[in-house]
T-cell receptor, first 118, second 115 residues
Framework: GENVEQHPSTLSVQEGDSAVIKCTYS??????FPWYKQELGKRPQLIID?????GEKKDQRIAVTLNKTAKHFSLHITETQPEDSAVYFC?????????????????FGAGTRLAVHP | DVKVTQSSRYLVKRTGEKVFLECVQD?????MFWYRQDPGLGLRLIYF???????EKGDIPEGYSVSREKKERFSLILESASTNQTSMYLC??????????????FGQGTRLTVV
C-alpha cells in the first residue's frame, strides 16, 4: 500500500538556524503534498502544500521542494523561532485532481518533533 | 471558518465495551477521515469516507468500523474495545479532489483510554 517515510524523527536547532525535514513517498500517482504543524495539545493545521506540477513553493520563512523523479519532498524553515517548536507531519495524496483516481486519501509520515532553543 | 467537532475530548471505557466516536463537520465536505495518533507512529489512517454510506479501509481498520449516514457526520465504532486501542483519535474532513482547496481540517481529537 501507500507509504510515506519521514526523517528525522526529532530535530533540535538553535534559534535563527534553518531546519530541514525530508519525506519520501511510495505511490507514484501522488500529486498533492501538504505539511501540517501540530503544537502541543492542539490539532494539526496545514502550513504549506505543493502540487506535483510545481517544484518549489515558498511562504515567508517556510518552503517546500518536490522531486517527483526521486519521490521525495522536503520542508525548509529558515530563521527558526521558538514558536516553530512543534511536531511536523508530511503527507501525500492523489487529491490534486479529480482524474487522478483517488479520493484525497491522505497518508501521513510519522512526524518530526522540532525543538527550537533560544 | 471550517469547523470539525468531535463529540468527546476524553473517554475512558472498559475492555469489551462498544465505543462510538462521533465527528461532525459544517463545511459540506465530501471526504471524512478517522486517524489514530500514537507517539512515534504519526497519524495512521483507520477508515475514510468519500460520500454518504461510502467507506474505504485505511491502513489499520482491524477492530474498527465506521458509519456515514449523513454527509456531515462520520462515526468510528470500536466493536469490542481492547487496551491496545488506547490512543488519540483524530477526525478530519476535506473537499473532493478537483473542487479547489483540498486542505484537510482536523477535529480537536478524542483521547480514548481503555481499561
Amino acid at each position: 500500500g501507500e507509504n510515506v517515510e519521514q526523517h528525522p524523527s526529532t530535530l533540535s536547532v538553535q534559534e535563527g538556524d534553518s531546519a530541514v525535514i525530508k519525506c519520501t513517498y511510495s505511490d507514484s500517482a501522488s500529486n498533492y503534498f501538504p505539511w501540517y504543524k501540530q503544537e502541543l495539545g492542539k490539532r494539526p493545521q496545514l502550513i504549506i502544500d505543493i502540487r506535483s506540477n510545481v517544484g518549489e513553493k515558498k511562504d515567508q520563512r517556510i518552503a517546500v521542494t518536490l522531486n517527483k523523479t526521486a519521490k521525495h519532498f522536503s520542508l525548509h524553515i529558515t530563521e527558526t523561532q521558538p514558536e516553530d517548536s512543534a511536531v511536523y507531519f508530511c503527507a501525500a495524496s492523489r487529491g490534486a485532481s479529480l482524474f487522478s483516481g483517488g479520493y484525497n486519501k491522505l497518508i501521513f509520515g510519522a512526524g518530526t518533533r522540532l525543538a527550537v532553543h533560544p | 471558518d471550517v469547523k470539525v467537532t468531535q463529540s468527546s475530548r476524553y473517554l475512558v471505557k472498559r475492555t469489551g465495551e462498544k465505543v462510538f466516536l462521533e465527528c461532525v463537520q459544517d463545511m459540506d465536505h465530501e471526504n471524512m477521515f478517522w486517524y489514530r495518533q500514537d507517539p512515534g507512529l504519526g497519524l495512521r489512517l483507520i477508515y475514510f469516507s468519500y460520500d454518504v454510506k461510502m467507506k474505504e479501509k485505511g491502513d489499520i481498520p482491524e477492530g474498527y468500523s465506521v458509519s456515514r449516514e449523513k454527509k456531515e457526520r462520520f462515526s468510528l465504532i470500536l466493536e469490542s474495545a481492547s487496551t491496545n486501542q488506547t490512543s488519540m483519535y483524530l477526525c478530519a474532513s476535506s473537499l473532493f479532489p478537483g473542487q479547489g482547496n483540498t486542505e484537510a481540517f482536523f477535529g480537536q481529537g478524542t483521547r480514548l483510554t481503555v481499561v
